[in-house]
């Protein structure tokens, strides 16, 4: 399955899932738990605005409702991406390579089919990154009756961006440039340990909210 859209059907891609096809696979699974994420705190948002309890925050509301909807579309479309970059990569492979040239170029594509490999998942951890802002900004400004489902969406966040972290791992052992290879683990590392942090500290400050009203 390498068309994964907001109409694929949860049980088609959970047949794929755990089918003996290459792909979908963690990837996919990456940008799936990043729409989830995104679409709690949308849910958080929607039924927060309009209230009058809330008025003072209206603005911010509608701004997480409108940008966490492009979120969850962005999350799918790397999930989909992810889903066809295994078939990119294998076509390249399967590209001739009798004469010089038709080596350097199976080699070229191969190089780029896995660079784009390795970009989606650190794409998919920056999502993470921008989305969690976000449900930040709702934290103490929104319904607090569903404030548990901004932890839930901070926790799908943190799980998205481990699983397109192991995914960036995967591929730069394979890149033909070292600096390149180092830079990009550098950053997507960096991104990573931030957006884990951070949807920890938030998942910590409301469990201990929820905890006190035992």
């Not at 979908?24 to 309890?53: C, E, Y």
């Not at 991406?81 to 492979?93: I, L």
Request: net charge negative; hydrophobic share 40%.
């Amino acid at each position: 399955m390498d068309k994964i859209s907001l109409d694929t059907t949860f049980g088609s891609f959970l047949r794929d899932l755990g089918s003996d096809l290459p792909a979908p696979g963690g990837g996919a699974v990456s940008g799936i738990s990043g729409a989830l994420g995104a679409s709690l705190g949308r849910m958080v948002a929607s039924l927060t605005v309009g209230r009058k309890k809330y008025e003072a925050y209206s603005e911010n509301t509608a701004k997480c409702i409108d940008q966490l909807t492009v979120m969850t579309q962005i999350f799918m479309d790397l999930a989909a991406k992810d889903a066809s970059a295994y078939t990119g990569y294998m076509q390249a492979v399967s590209l001739p390579k009798n004469t010089e040239e038709e080596a350097a170029a199976r080699s070229q594509a191969m190089q780029k089919a896995i660079r784009n490999s390795a970009a989606i998942p650190y794409n998919t951890i920056r999502a993470c990154s921008e989305t969690l802002l976000l449900i930040e900004s709702l934290y103490g400004k929104s319904n607090k009756t569903c404030v548990g489902d901004l932890a839930a969406g901070a926790a799908e966040l943190a799980c998205a961006a481990k699983l397109a972290w192991l995914n960036v791992l995967a591929n730069l052992p394979y890149f033909d440039n070292h600096e390149d290879a180092s830079a990009l683990y550098t950053d997507a590392k960096d991104s990573l340990e931030s957006v884990v942090k951070r949807a920890s500290d938030l998942y910590a400050s409301i469990e201990h909210e929820l905890e006190i009203k035992l």
